[in-house]
């Protein structure tokens, strides 16, 4: 948003966490990012329309403050009210003019509360729009056509790296054990540093670190071991394997159990509505579990195939590309009222 010309007021995406005792630390930086915006909406020079995107423990405070300024509110990639704490859709219906989906599902949910919704797309749809096809992918990165090649995908914070990418490395050590010819390639996302990455490494087995072509190995691998997050959806709009996985805090893992109300926790089996790629959560998820799977689904006959013929439907569940101009048109006319 910066590199398109928007002004920062302050930037909270070093504050980004999973869960509730590992965002606790966080808070004070948060309350004085709330503070901050919170004037400006009070202000003379406050906005047309104010769009908040996802993160709705601070972006719900904020529109309140909003609406009481006489600022409408619109709500892209709403808060996950399918999954867990349903009675936030009341709040919702207060404090937001419109909401614009991303999930088809949604907007049935949010039409029975109320809230005035629009569908417009998963952004993944437009993210992934230019990504190189498996031949040109496996050229760039320098894979030979017929190699066996698993990656990994270990997250976009750091937590989440600190505490899936050791089991993931594990994972490759026992893969490698009986499948010496794999090959294993890590995307770097942007928001984690390649330190925060290569402590957790190692040399055996050899794990290429590659940064800046997230979509390529994507496209190249065989097989993806992915933190669950927004990675899975675009891993398998592109069509790729993947066996999803996440580890959190005891604490926040508990929170989570008494909370969520849906049987998967990975957007490619919620999105579809069946368990179509393997999840791995907490407790189950060990190096010798995830290494095991991985190894089982690479020589397996069709398994990969399998998935890749369930997710081929993933992408038309999702919506068309033209996501970002959609929501665009819709946030425009809602500052025009």
Request: hydrophobic share 50%; net charge positive; charged share 20%.
């Amino acid at each position: 948003m910066a590199s398109a010309g928007m002004e920062l007021l302050v930037d909270v995406t070093a504050a980004a966490a999973t869960g509730a005792s590992e965002a606790a630390g966080r808070v004070p930086m948060l309350y004085r990012a709330y503070r901050r915006l919170r004037a400006v909406l009070q202000g003379d020079g406050r906005p047309r329309v104010l769009v908040v995107i996802d993160f709705p423990e601070f972006n719900l405070r904020l529109a309140r403050t909003a609406r009481r300024a006489g600022v409408p509110v619109v709500y892209f990639i709403p808060p996950q009210i399918w999954a867990w704490r349903g009675g936030r859709v009341s709040t919702i219906r207060r404090r937001v003019s419109l909401v614009l989906a991303v999930f088809p599902f949604e907007t049935a949910i949010y039409r029975r509360a109320g809230v005035p919704v629009e569908f417009v797309g998963h952004p993944v749809l437009d993210a992934v729009v230019d990504a190189p096809d498996r031949a040109t992918a496996r050229r760039e990165l320098g894979l030979d056509e017929h190699a066996r090649v698993i990656g990994f995908l270990p997250g976009s914070r750091r937590e989440e790296v600190a505490r899936t990418l050791p089991l993931m490395r594990a994972a490759a050590a026992v893969v490698a054990a009986v499948r010496p010819d794999v090959r294993f390639l890590l995307a770097l996302a942007p928001t984690v540093g390649a330190a925060d990455v290569r402590q957790h490494v190692g040399a055996v087995p050899r794990i290429e670190v590659v940064s800046d072509s997230t979509y390529a190995v994507m496209r190249a691998c065989d097989l993806l071991l992915v933190t669950s997050g927004t990675a899975t959806l675009e891993a398998g709009v592109l069509g790729t394997p993947m066996v999803v996985c996440y580890r959190l805090s005891r604490l926040s893992a508990l929170v989570a159990r008494l909370l969520i109300r849906v049987p998967w926790f990975s957007l490619p089996n919620l999105t579809l509505g069946r368990a179509v790629v393997p999840e791995l959560f907490q407790e189950a998820l060990s190096g010798e579990t995830l290494g095991c799977l991985a190894h089982r689904l690479l020589e397996t006959p069709g398994a990969l195939a399998a998935q890749r013929a369930a997710l081929g439907q993933l992408a038309r569940e999702l919506g068309e590309p033209g996501v970002g101009a959609r929501a665009a048109r819709l946030v425009l006319a809602e500052a025009g009222r």
